[in-house]
């Protein structure tokens, strides 16, 4: 390494440790400089992009600034969604009137899903215009149009639509069919409101938009989806049919496959199962962890993020994902194709039905996935039961303290509203209509919220149930497994909390603690509890 280089990591371990210290400011002033010194290090751009969710940035901002937003949103290691708050805030500081004239922000709606209510409101009202506007000269510009199109899409078409609107798009419709060469405007105009592969002859279409502004907009909107119905009838099954709970949680996530992703971060710690271990639990004991290549089963791998994070991971693993949705894995598949990934094998399955399976894991993870399982414990000891001896598991659970504005969100407003395009749309009126209540509005500030399958998936899930840390306690000695610790995205900084309170739990994982400390830091695991267990001998 020449010297750039070393002051460079120097200065992006400042950075991290600013940031478990909540320094946010000093922070990101390291990781500028490490970026300035080495820009090709991949891991320093994804710090860079995590540690802008804390900034609010106004217009006019420094240069540089909009230039390491501009270079951070191309890298293939950022995950765009990290930069949507900064970037949103910046082109709404700009005058009335130049909001689409950002380069950043028309990226990012095609990158991503916004998550500002008055940046919904303004796409909304963009693309009604359109649709007025469209035999006529648009007031957008066709770039425009097309990103806002690609925001739509990768929304699911969440934003409200009025009857009007649903008329117009109608007859939209039948005027492409007539018409004999596709017309950009128009294409773009019924992309904001409807997926191009809804077209007839979408294949065709595809075809004669791929030299005009709108080729990327096809691909997303018709090859990719072509794709995954070509994926989805080859995707090998391991279980007899689903049945009861598991039948409906599967019906869900095939018409609304969840998370739905465009790009995930990718430059992470990789290593072996034992060098991750040892880092993140240096005081547990990790005797015997494979340090050669992990044998991994990834249960309920959902659209791929978990299993391709997982697979790049753990170096030289093999990894097997199953889930219960075929639309997920095939969007899974896709995914991994296209990011030349060849160490997964997707089957789908039910966990329930997994006790049967040959194979033996050295490291079994499920995240967000048992929490939706009638018996969450009877799935879990499926799994615990296909893992070597002293194996690893990696579990996120509901936390039902985290998760108490959900359950009031689904309680007060969302059990009045049915589970399809239109309730959905319904019941975020009704959320919004609702500032007065904190609760309410925090539901309506989050991620989720901002898609159709993520509102599905936070409002209306056919199943769900969220655990305490003692009852995690609890099925952890029914199962024979020991904790090691949780995991969390925010940089260290609960973990310096937690630290700083407990100082005599150096191992930081002693549940009955952490139960005392959730108590007194309520959104400490607002996500979901991530933690890692080890059998027991
Ligand atoms: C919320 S998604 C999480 C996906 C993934 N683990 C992630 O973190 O991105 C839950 C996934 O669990 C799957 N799932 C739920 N119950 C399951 C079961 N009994 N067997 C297999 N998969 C299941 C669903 O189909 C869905 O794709």
Same mark, same amino acid.
């Given at each position: 390494?020449?010297?750039?280089?070393?002051?460079?990591?120097?200065?992006?371990?400042?950075?991290?440790?600013?940031?478990?210290?909540?320094?946010?400011?000093?922070?990101?002033?390291?990781?500028?400089?490490?970026? $300035? #010194?080495?820009?090709?290090?991949?891991?320093?751009?994804?710090?860079?992009?995590? /540690?802008?969710?804390?900034?609010?940035?106004?217009?006019?901002?420094?240069?540089? /600034?909009?230039?390491? /937003?501009?270079?951070? /949103?191309?890298?293939?290691?950022?995950?765009?969604?990290?930069?949507?708050?900064?970037?949103?805030?910046?082109?709404? &500081?700009?005058?009335?009137?130049? @909001?689409?004239?950002?380069?950043?922000?028309?990226?990012?709606?095609?990158?991503?899903?916004?998550?500002?209510?008055?940046?919904?409101?303004?796409?909304?009202?963009?693309?009604?215009?359109?649709?007025?506007?469209?035999?006529?000269?648009?007031?957008?510009?066709?770039?425009?149009?097309?990103?806002?199109?690609?925001?739509?899409?990768?929304?699911?078409?969440?934003?409200?639509?009025?009857?009007?609107?649903?008329?117009?798009?109608?007859? @939209?419709?039948?005027?492409?069919?007539?018409?004999?060469?596709?017309?950009?405007?128009?294409?773009? +105009?019924?992309?904001?409101?409807?997926?191009?592969?809804?077209l007839e002859n979408a294949q065709a279409t595809a075809s004669?938009? !791929?030299?005009?502004?709108?080729?990327?907009?096809?691909?997303?909107?018709?090859?990719?989806?072509?794709?995954?119905?070509?994926?989805?009838?080859?995707?090998? +099954? @391991?279980?007899?049919?689903?049945?009861?709970?598991?039948?409906?949680?599967?019906?869900?996530?095939?018409?609304?496959?969840?998370?739905?992703?465009?790009?995930?971060?990718?430059?992470?710690?990789?290593?072996?199962?034992?060098?991750?271990?040892?880092?993140?639990?240096?005081?547990?004991?990790?005797?015997?962890?494979?340090?050669?290549?992990?044998?991994?089963?990834?249960?309920?791998?959902?659209?791929?993020?978990?299993?391709?994070?997982?697979?790049?991971?753990?170096? !030289?693993?093999? +990894?097997?994902?199953?889930?219960?949705?075929?639309?997920?894995?095939?969007?899974?598949?896709?995914?991994?194709?296209?990011?030349?990934?060849?160490?997964?094998?997707?089957?789908?399955?039910?966990?329930?039905?997994?006790?049967?399976?040959?194979?033996?894991?050295?490291?079994?993870? =499920?995240?967000?996935?048992?929490?939706?399982?009638?018996?969450?414990?009877?799935?879990?000891?499926?799994?615990? =039961?296909?893992?070597?001896? $002293?194996?690893?598991?990696?579990?996120?659970?509901?936390?039902?303290?985290?998760?108490?504005?959900?359950?009031?969100?689904?309680?007060?407003?969302?059990?009045?509203? !049915?589970?399809?395009?239109?309730?959905?749309? !319904?019941?975020?009126?009704?959320?919004?209509?609702?500032?007065?209540?904190? @609760? #309410?509005? $925090?539901?309506?500030?989050?991620?989720?919220?901002?898609?159709?399958?993520?509102? $599905?998936?936070?409002?209306?899930?056919?199943?769900?149930?969220?655990?305490?840390?003692?009852?995690?306690?609890?099925?952890?000695?029914?199962?024979?497994?020991?904790?090691?610790?949780?995991?969390?995205?925010?940089?260290?900084?609960?973990?310096?909390?937690y630290r700083a309170r407990y100082p005599a739990d150096r191992?930081?994982?002693?549940?009955?603690?952490?139960?005392?400390?959730?108590?007194?830091?309520?959104? =400490?695991? &607002?996500?979901?509890?991530?933690?890692?267990?080890?059998?027991?001998g």
């Open positions: 390494m020449n010297t750039d280089r070393l002051v460079a990591w120097e200065h992006a371990r400042l950075s991290a440790r600013r940031l478990a210290e909540s320094a946010h400011l000093a922070a990101l002033e390291s990781i500028v400089t490490a970026l $300035r #010194l080495a820009p090709d290090e991949a891991p320093f751009w994804a710090h860079f992009a995590d /540690l802008m969710q804390y900034f609010n940035p106004n217009y006019p901002a420094d240069p540089l /600034l909009l230039d390491l /937003l501009g270079r951070a /949103l191309e890298h293939p290691a950022v995950d765009p969604g990290n930069l949507v708050r900064p970037i949103t805030r910046l082109a709404l &500081s700009r005058p009335p009137g130049e @909001l689409f004239a950002d380069p950043l922000l028309l990226r990012m709606l095609e990158l991503s899903v916004t998550r500002d209510e008055e940046l919904e409101r303004r796409l909304a009202d963009a693309r009604a215009e359109a649709l007025q506007q469209v035999s006529g000269t648009p007031a957008l510009p066709l770039r425009a149009l097309v990103a806002v199109a690609h925001q739509c899409f990768n929304s699911e078409y969440v934003f409200a639509e009025t009857a009007p609107e649903t008329e117009a798009v109608e007859h @939209l419709r039948r005027a492409i069919a007539a018409a004999a060469d596709p017309c950009p405007l128009g294409h773009a +105009v019924y992309a904001c409101y409807r997926p191009l592969v809804s004669k938009l !791929a030299a005009t502004p709108l080729a990327t907009l096809a691909r997303r909107q018709i090859l990719e989806p072509l794709e995954e119905r070509r994926l989805a009838g080859a995707i090998p +099954v @391991l279980t007899p049919e689903a049945s009861g709970i598991s039948a409906k949680v599967r019906e869900q996530y095939e018409s609304n496959p969840y998370p739905r992703w465009i790009r995930t971060q990718s430059a992470f710690t990789t290593g072996s199962l034992a060098e991750i271990t040892r880092e993140l639990f240096p005081r547990a004991d990790l005797v015997g962890v494979t340090p050669g290549p992990a044998r991994i089963l990834v249960a309920g791998c959902g659209t791929g993020q978990n299993s391709i994070a997982t697979a790049r991971r753990f170096l !030289a693993s093999r +990894v097997l994902a199953v889930d219960l949705s075929l639309a997920s894995l095939a969007y899974a598949q896709r995914k991994t194709l296209e990011l030349g990934i060849n160490n997964i094998d997707y089957r789908q399955a039910d966990i329930l039905g997994l006790e049967s399976l040959p194979q033996r894991f050295d490291f079994i993870e =499920s995240s967000g996935v048992l929490h939706h399982l009638q018996d969450p414990l009877s799935g879990w000891r499926v799994l615990a =039961s296909l893992l070597e001896p $002293r194996g690893l598991m990696r579990i996120g659970l509901y936390s039902a303290m985290g998760r108490r504005h959900i359950a009031h969100a689904r309680e007060r407003v969302a059990r009045g509203f !049915a589970a399809d395009p239109e309730g959905i749309r !319904a019941c975020r009126a009704a959320i919004r209509a609702r500032p007065d209540d904190p @609760l #309410l509005a $925090r539901v309506a500030r989050g991620e989720d919220f901002y898609s159709m399958s993520g509102c $599905r998936d936070l409002l209306f899930h056919v199943q769900e149930r969220s655990f305490t840390l003692p009852e995690i306690s609890a099925a952890l000695e029914q199962l024979g497994l020991s904790f090691l610790g949780f995991e969390f995205a925010d940089g260290g900084a609960t973990a310096s909390r191992a930081l994982a002693n549940l009955e603690n952490w139960h005392q400390f959730e108590q007194e830091h309520p959104d =400490s695991f &607002s996500r979901m509890y991530q933690f890692w267990v080890r059998a027991r």
